[in-house]
């Protein structure tokens, strides 16, 4: 008997009330937002529940949303994959701008070592209790996290850069 | 036996002949010997080092050129080439390898990436290895041909046969190696 979104939500919203919000279909993936301070528990839910069983993370990573509020600025989000009915899940947690921190999955799914710490060296996202949070693929001596969308693209150390090639100036003469 | 050898010889560099004797400049003498042995030690990160592949293989052969014995070791070579985009994290790598490499070191940077960064102007990427180590030859393209890379090579044996033994004791190329805090 293959998993129904219905029941999903419904053993969610029994166990976590408000913690869990804005359910929706998008595309064919259930997505629903947790609240910041459960996702733990969420995660650790939906993957020992006798019939959820959610047993494979398939991703984590952050977003910016530079328009939003302060309270909703950034997100994480993590995508779960049922192995047995074939079914996946995706929820958002939104993070404060000022102070992103959210709870390790660690202890749940050991591949979010790494994916936690690209969030983290991307968007500076705090993962807290993570045995080993530092940067991943950029180098250490980085002080900006470059996913951002406050942070240039661009390499501000060429010298060679003439704005009227690039069709920056307004006259371009 | 045809009339055209096969083998090309390099030109005899100027000096005095005569009866059973031969004299001229000790710094031609080890430049031709320098230029004809410049010994590879190829740092290919991306496509480049691809095209250099093809270089080493029998087609294109830079084995002509006396560079047969590729050296994935600084020992023993003296021409640095980079190939491919450089990150900036793989920076002090690469000037770790050249800080290994014992003089006469000469440099070649493959490719738009290596002398400028290429099309990569982001974050992450040195905008060309010129900022932390000194280029001798820089072969434009991206990526180059083998002919191009072969053409580089060509360059730096120009530069290397002319150039005087005492060069690197000299107080300019001294100064050179100080602005990149290499002693």
């Given at each position: ?36 301070n ?9 993957k020992?529940?006798e ?15 530079p ?7 950034f997100?994480v ?8 009915d ?18 390790t999955?660690?202890?749940l ?13 991307f968007?500076?996202i705090?993962f ?7 940067r ?9 996290f470059p996913?951002?969308k ?5 390499d501000?150390?060429?010298?060679d850069?003439?704005?009227r ?9 | ?15 005095v ?7 001229t400049?000790l710094d ?10 410049l010994?590879?030690l ?15 293989g ?7 050129f006396?560079?047969?014995r590729?050296?994935?070791?600084p020992?023993?070579?003296d021409?640095?080439?980079v ?7 793989m ?9 290994q ?17 290429g ?6 990427v ?9 280029v ?14 072969l ?6 044996q120009?530069?290397?046969k002319?150039?005087?033994?005492r060069?690197?004791s000299?107080p300019e ?5 100080a ?5």
């Amino acid at each position: 008997m293959a998993l129904e979104t219905s029941v999903i939500q419904d053993k969610l919203t029994n166990k976590f009330g408000d913690n869990v919000t804005s359910f929706s279909q998008i595309k064919d993936i259930l997505t629903f937002e947790v609240a910041a301070n459960s996702t733990n528990d969420v995660m650790r839910f939906l993957k020992e529940d006798e019939t959820l069983r959610f047993n494979f993370l398939t991703d984590l990573c952050g977003v910016h949303y530079p328009d939003n509020e302060k309270d909703r600025q950034f997100a994480v989000v993590y995508h779960m994959h049922n192995w047995v009915d074939n079914v996946r899940v995706r929820f958002k947690t939104f993070l404060n701008a000022d102070n992103p921190e959210v709870a390790t999955v660690t202890n749940l799914f050991l591949s979010a070592n790494w994916q936690e710490r690209e969030t983290y060296d991307f968007y500076g996202i705090i993962f807290k209790g993570h045995p080993q949070l530092k940067r991943i693929l950029n180098m250490d001596e980085m002080v900006s996290f470059p996913l951002r969308k406050e942070f240039p693209l661009e390499d501000s150390g060429r010298t060679d850069k003439d704005d009227r090639f690039f069709g920056r100036t307004t006259t371009n003469s | 036996m045809s009339n055209t050898p096969d083998i090309k010889v390099s030109n005899t560099p100027e000096g005095v002949e005569g009866n059973g004797f031969f004299a001229t400049k000790l710094d031609s003498v080890v430049g031709l010997a320098r230029a004809n042995s410049l010994w590879p030690l190829p740092f290919a990160t991306s496509c480049c080092g691809i095209e250099f592949m093809a270089t080493m293989g029998s087609h294109y052969d830079v084995a002509r050129f006396g560079s047969e014995r590729m050296s994935f070791s600084p020992r023993q070579a003296d021409m640095l080439l980079v190939m491919g985009t450089i990150a900036k994290k793989m920076a002090p790598i690469l000037r770790q390898v050249y800080e290994q490499m014992s003089e006469p070191r000469w440099v070649i940077a493959v490719g738009a990436c290596a002398s400028s960064g290429g099309v990569f102007d982001t974050y992450s990427v040195l905008q060309g290895i010129d900022k932390v180590i000194p280029v001798d030859v820089y072969v434009p393209g991206c990526p180059p041909r083998p002919e191009q890379i072969l053409d580089g090579i060509m360059e730096l044996q120009e530069l290397v046969k002319s150039e005087s033994v005492r060069r690197r004791s000299s107080p300019e190329y001294q100064e050179l190696l100080a602005s990149y805090n290499i002693s």
